[in-house]
């Protein structure tokens, strides 16, 4: 299930867009959240109205890892603090969604 399927079953009124690599949450009354997705570097670099811009690097270990019908799992988390990418955007965006990337 997409991000955008989960924010609406959850009752929100986020959209989704995805052009390439560069990935775009429109959040009424928040702003845009870009996400430029760099694949061979396994980074991501977050553009948020509320936290700025930020960076966040393909991290696989600890619990969190495991493979899923052939896929390594793992976690996008900030260069520096060690955020995890989906808590910045459930806290932002008022949604509760656990998400793992593959």
Known sequence: MEYSEM??????SITLER????ITITA?????????????TKQIWLCSPIS???GYDW???????YVDDGVTMGQ??????GTNLSEVLNTE???EMEMYFG
């Open 7 to 12: 924010a609406q079953e959850e009752g929100s």
């Open 19 to 22: 052009q390439n690599d560069v």
């Open 28 to 40: 009424p009354g928040v702003g845009d959240y870009i996400l430029k997705c760099r694949g061979s």
């Open 52 to 54: 700025g811009s930020e």
């Open 59 to 65: 991290v696989v270990h600890g619990k969190k890892q």
């Open 76 to 81: 996008w988390l900030h260069m520096n603090s």
């Open 93 to 95: 965006l008022g949604l």
